[in-house]
């Protein structure tokens, strides 16, 4: 589940735009002020950050300006000004898109859609090394996993049946498939040793156990 950051403090828009992004399949949280906003994400992982500019104690073009220190986050900048003057300033701080208010809710909605799928892609082409599904970061080479940006340990066949499962995401594996791939094909073993290891696995997975489907009679699949 894709994660956003809504950063305004005008409490009616905040609202409107949760109700929308939740629609869409987004968790969210939100903050007031622009300092807020660059404190959880020291803390947390988002997609996308949905920044008003103008909010007390510290302003949306100086927030995004310290995240892009130590984060690269998309931020879509809204702003009851239109000026050209302000987008030019937004894009030259690293703002992804510039909204005027008022605003269509599903325009917007297709704007962040755009920038979170743009970016993501973006990402992996970067370090394909680097998978990433909702708050599940797998590093292959350095043989990590992060949930919500926090180390979780995992054997190395909880590692392996994960990387195969998030490898072929969408796609309904079976248990010799996964099997085969994890433990070789000369394993003369019981295939609910499966079973046991994605019943393990999800427990380390906490609220993203469920993006391991069972399919009845066949295998699992990842996906949202």
């Known amino acids: 589940m894709p994660k956003i950051l ?11 735009i949760k109700r929308y992004a939740e629609r869409d399949g987004f968790e969210v949280a939100a903050v007031e002020d622009g300092s807020e906003a660059v404190e959880l994400c020291r803390k947390e992982d988002f997609d996308i950050i949905v920044m008003d500019v103008m909010m007390p104690d510290m302003d949306g073009f100086t927030a995004c300006r310290k995240i892009r ?12 000004r239109g000026a050209e ?3 030019l300033f937004g894009f030259e701080v690293g703002v992804d898109d510039y909204v005027t208010k008022p605003f269509s809710p599903k325009e917007l909605m297709a704007r962040i859609n755009v920038i979170v799928k743009r970016h993501s892609l973006s990402s992996q082409k970067k370090n394909p090394d680097i998978i990433t599904f909702g708050g599940i970061v797998l590093d292959k080479l350095g043989h990590t996993v992060k949930i919500d940006g926090s180390d979780t340990e995992l054997t190395s066949k909880e590692f392996s049946i994960l990387l195969f499962l998030m490898d072929n995401k969408g796609i309904v594996l079976s248990r010799d498939q996964i099997l085969n791939e994890v433990w070789g094909y000369d394993y003369f073993g019981d295939d609910r040793t499966v079973d046991w290891q994605i019943k393990l ?11 391991i489907h069972t399919i009845r009679g066949v295998g699992y699949k990842f996906e949202n």
């Open 6 to 16: 809504i950063a305004d403090d005008e409490k009616d828009i905040s609202t409107l």
């Open 85 to 87: 003057y302000d987008k």
């Open 201 to 211: 696995l999800r427990n380390k997975l906490g609220k993203y156990r469920e993006y």
């Open 69 to 80: 220190e130590f984060k690269d986050i998309p931020v879509l900048m809204l702003s009851a």
